[in-house]
């Protein structure tokens, strides 16, 4: 499992972070706090604080290919 902190600030960021990661067929969640929702739901996205950062958590040890892809959400 490979994790990284993430921001989606617009609801135009989720859309294109949910096309990106709904290309990948290994489990892929997002926690805020005790919460956690499978990052492929726009609507499990929307309930989260998107106000704070995320933890991206992908259940595959071949992440590398999303995490480039979704370089542009990660956080520094």
Do not use: Q, W
């Not at 990284?4 to 489990?27: G, M, R, W």
């Not at 919460?35 to 704070?52: H, P, R």
């Not at 595959?60 to 480039?68: G, Q, V």
């Amino acid at each position: 499992m490979k994790s990284a902190v993430i921001t989606l600030k617009l609801a135009e960021n989720v859309k294109e972070f949910v096309n990106i990661v709904n290309k990948y067929d290994c489990e892929i969640d997002l926690r805020s706090g005790r919460f956690v929702v499978d990052a492929k739901s726009i609507l499990g996205i929307f309930s989260l604080d998107l106000s704070k950062p995320l933890t991206l958590e992908v259940h595959s040890d071949k992440a590398d290919a999303l995490l480039a892809e979704l370089k542009s959400f990660l956080t520094k």
